[in-house]
């Protein structure tokens, strides 16, 4: 067995543990495994084991590796969850299948509008700043009903659900009590009528603690793949 298939098989026990401490399915949790700064053959090792979501944070690296892996296409989901600039919505439109970090509707609008038209519409989720961390990446959580229902109308998207990247927590309660007033959000936003199915949250060292609170898919990285270099 490969290395990064043997941590796959990790990353899924931890994943299925934490699900039956939390009295969850653990079908109802999504695992997308997160190949940024990874060469295609890292990818492929990993599709190979039968992980079929990845995501990529720096663009023209994610789409060279799509391009890269070509005869994997059918089979895979390519998931952005790097910051998207206005000059850059193109690529995503054109390349993924999934964006996960949508703050604002000027760049939801602009997805739409070149989202290909013999794709399926692009899923969307909306990146909230759900603890106000300091990167301010993402939307406030009290102007994200009103974002959601602006994004929702979009003819070329499909709005899933809300992603979060909050500031790393002390301890696991503390964690827990984050993803838990993201789980209060996105509750909160199906109440209002959105029909939100996903809740992208959790990241390597905070799975656990974001399946307690109620994470529909969680992002890991170096877990599976190992540490990544330093950013050049
Ligand atoms: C890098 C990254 C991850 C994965 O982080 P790990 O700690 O390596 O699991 C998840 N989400 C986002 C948005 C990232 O940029």
Same mark, same amino acid.
């Given at each position: 067995?490969?290395?990064?298939?043997?941590?796959?098989?990790?990353?899924?026990?931890?994943?299925?543990?934490?699900?039956?401490?939390?009295?969850?399915?653990?079908?109802?949790?999504?695992?997308?495994?997160?190949?940024?700064?990874?060469?295609?053959?890292?990818?492929?090792?990993?599709?190979?084991?039968?992980?079929?979501?990845?995501?990529?944070n720096?663009?023209?690296?994610?789409?060279?590796?799509? #391009? *890269? =892996?070509?005869? $994997? %296409?059918? /089979?895979?989901?390519?998931?952005?969850?790097? !910051?998207?600039?206005?000059?850059?919505?193109?690529?995503?439109?054109?390349?993924?299948?999934?964006?996960?970090?949508?703050?604002?509707?000027?760049?939801?609008?602009?997805?739409?509008?070149?989202?290909?038209?013999?794709?399926?519409?692009?899923?969307?989720?909306?990146?909230?700043?759900?603890?106000?961390?300091?990167?301010k990446?993402?939307?406030?959580?009290?102007?994200?009903?009103?974002?959601?229902?602006?994004? #929702? *109308? =979009?003819?070329? $998207? %499909?709005? /899933?659900?809300?992603?979060?990247?909050?500031? !790393?927590?002390?301890?696991?309660?503390?964690?827990?009590?984050?993803?838990?007033?993201?789980?209060?959000?996105?509750?909160?936003?199906?109440?209002?009528?959105l029909?939100?199915?996903?809740?992208?949250?959790?990241?390597?060292?905070?799975?656990?603690?974001?399946?307690?609170a109620?994470?529909?898919?969680?992002?890991?990285?170096?877990?599976?793949f190992?540490?990544?270099?330093?950013?050049?």
């Amino acid at each position: 067995m490969t290395t990064i298939a043997a941590k796959l098989q990790q990353v899924r026990a931890r994943i299925a543990t934490a699900c039956r401490q939390a009295g969850r399915n653990v079908e109802d949790v999504t695992l997308l495994a997160v190949s940024k700064t990874f060469g295609p053959q890292a990818v492929r090792a990993a599709a190979d084991a039968g992980q079929l979501d990845f995501g990529e944070n720096y663009l023209q690296e994610g789409v060279d590796k799509i #391009a *890269a =892996l070509a005869d $994997l %296409r059918g /089979r895979l989901r390519w998931h952005c969850i790097g !910051p998207i600039q206005s000059n850059k919505t193109r690529l995503v439109a054109e390349h993924f299948d999934w964006a996960h970090s949508v703050e604002r509707l000027k760049i939801a609008e602009r997805l739409s509008a070149q989202r290909p038209a013999d794709r399926p519409p692009l899923n969307v989720c909306l990146q909230v700043n759900i603890d106000g961390g300091p990167t301010k990446s993402g939307v406030a959580p009290a102007e994200a009903l009103a974002l959601a229902r602006a994004v #929702a *109308a =979009l003819p070329r $998207l %499909r709005l /899933r659900g809300l992603m979060t990247i909050p500031e !790393p927590a002390p301890d696991f309660e503390a964690a827990r009590a984050v993803h838990a007033s993201a789980r209060a959000l996105f509750d909160q936003m199906n109440a209002a009528g959105l029909g939100l199915d996903t809740l992208s949250m959790g990241m390597s060292d905070d799975l656990e603690a974001a399946i307690a609170a109620g994470s529909t898919l969680v992002r890991v990285g170096s877990a599976i793949f190992g540490a990544r270099p330093p950013k050049t």
